[in-house]
Structures are given as structure tokens and as C-alpha cells.
T-cell receptor, first 116, second 114 residues
Framework: KAGVTQTPRYLIKTRGQQVTLSCSPISGHRSVSWYQQTPGQGLQFLFEYFSETQRNKGNFPGRFSGRQFSNSRSEMNVSTLELGDSALYLC???????????????FGDGTRLSIL | AQSVTQLDSHVSVSEGTPVLLRCNYSSSYSPSLFWYVQHPNKGLQLLLKYTSAATLVKGINGFEAEFKKSETSFHLTKPSAHMSDAAEYFCVVSALSTGNQFYFGTGTSLTVIP
């Protein structure tokens, strides 16, 4: 079974630009979560999508947005990039139904975003 | 509210000696607890999970963890460290009552000395 796939693996942007990151979950998984990982702040939850609807949201500004398609693939968009957005962005998928809290999340290898 | 405290930011052990990575949690309700490992420039890999079944949980690569409700702890152990165990380890708590969000600890960096 293929794992979680994130594209691209590396991205370099400049301040003010916008970026779109992509995540393909494990087949059959309907929940996709996004995380930002930085050395200073650690792993922070951005949002979670389930059946094309945002179900949970972390404490990030509105510049960070996402969506999920009918095939459960998800994209994350960051507009008006700032230097502080440089981070490893991780996507994780899970079944997302029933006792979701009991279900582990399966992570992709991440997209490393660098802002110049 | 959910939270996780990893008591050591860095642990060093010699190859072949036991590993202990400590984690305390705070949860208003019955939590699910997980340990993940992250190797450089990689995503997180699940080591093991606790979901209110047996309190001693066995995971991959010889790791195990014991859920102790009275101590609100979920420490990760391994009898004998291997060089390939060198990585960052994260303790995670989640609960159905709080929207199933994952709350991560700040991580423990494990160094294995040959």
C-alpha cells in the first residue's frame, strides 16, 4: 500500500509570494491533517479535512488555507509569504471515522519550504 | 485540555544499553497516546499506540511503552539501543473530546554512542 505522498519535497519562494502544497493520502483514508514544523515552535497543527470539509483548525492566520478534493487529496495554500513561514510542512492521513482519536496518523515526508 | 511534556530534550546512550524516553501527559478524558520517531528530513513514523487496551504496549523495532494512569506517564523504553535508533522521538496525545487533534510533545533527540 502506498504511503502518504507530499509534493514537492523542496520549495524556495520569496516574501510576498504564495505557494500551494499537495498531499495524497493513503488509499481509503478520508482525513488529512497538516502540520508546520520549525526548530523554535516544534510541531504545530494547522488544520484537518474530512470528506472535503474542514473539521478542525489550529491557531494560524488566515493566510494559511486548505482544501480537500473528492478523492481525499488535499492542498494547502499559503499567501503573502513571510520569512517566518520557512518550515517543514507535514501532511498526515488517517481513516478519520468512528473513534478517530484512537487512530494513528500516517505522515508523509513533508515539503521543506524556504522563504528568501 | 490536552498537553504532553517530554521531560528530556536530549538523551544519550551507548549502543547495547537500555533506552528510556520520558513522557507525561495531561488529559481531561481518556486519552489515546502515541509515540512517533522522526529521522532527519523525513516524516514521522508510528512506533506504537495506546488506546485503552493493555497498559503495556509493544511497538516496532523493539520499543515498548507503559501507560500509567496514576502517574499520567507513557514512557518509551527499549532494552538495547541500536545505532539506527538515533532520531527525534515525539510523544503525542489525542482525545475524542477535543476534536481528535493531535497534541505533540517538544521531542526528545536520542543519540546512540558506538
Amino acid at each position: 500500500k502506498a504511503g502518504v505522498t507530499q509534493t514537492p519535497r523542496y520549495l524556495i519562494k520569496t516574501r510576498g509570494q504564495q505557494v500551494t502544497l499537495s498531499c495524497s493520502p493513503i488509499s481509503g483514508h478520508r482525513s488529512v491533517s497538516w502540520y508546520q514544523q520549525t526548530p523554535g515552535q516544534g510541531l504545530q497543527f494547522l488544520f484537518e479535512y474530512f470528506s472535503e470539509t474542514q473539521r478542525n483548525k489550529g491557531n494560524f492566520p488566515g493566510r494559511f488555507s486548505g482544501r480537500q478534493f473528492s478523492n481525499s487529496r488535499s492542498e494547502m495554500n499559503v499567501s503573502t509569504l513571510e520569512l517566518g513561514d520557512s518550515a517543514l510542512y507535514l501532511c498526515a492521513s488517517s481513516l478519520g471515522t468512528g473513534g478517530f482519536g484512537n487512530q494513528p496518523q500516517h505522515f508523509g515526508d513533508g515539503t521543506r519550504l524556504s522563504i528568501l | 485540555a490536552q498537553s504532553v511534556t517530554q521531560l528530556d530534550s536530549h538523551v544519550s546512550v551507548s549502543e547495547g544499553t537500555p533506552v528510556l524516553l520520558r513522557c507525561n501527559y495531561s488529559s481531561s478524558y481518556s486519552p489515546s497516546l502515541f509515540w512517533y520517531v522522526q529521522h532527519p528530513n523525513k516524516g514521522l513514523q508510528l512506533l506504537l499506540k495506546y488506546t485503552s487496551a493493555a497498559t503495556l504496549v509493544k511497538g516496532i523495532n523493539g520499543f515498548e511503552a507503559e501507560f500509567k494512569k496514576s502517574e499520567t506517564s507513557f514512557h518509551l523504553t527499549k532494552p538495547s539501543a541500536h545505532m539506527s535508533d538515533a532520531a527525534e522521538y515525539f510523544c503525542v496525545v489525542s482525545a475524542l473530546s477535543t476534536g481528535n487533534q493531535f497534541y505533540f510533545g517538544t521531542g526528545t533527540s536520542l543519540t546512540v554512542i558506538p
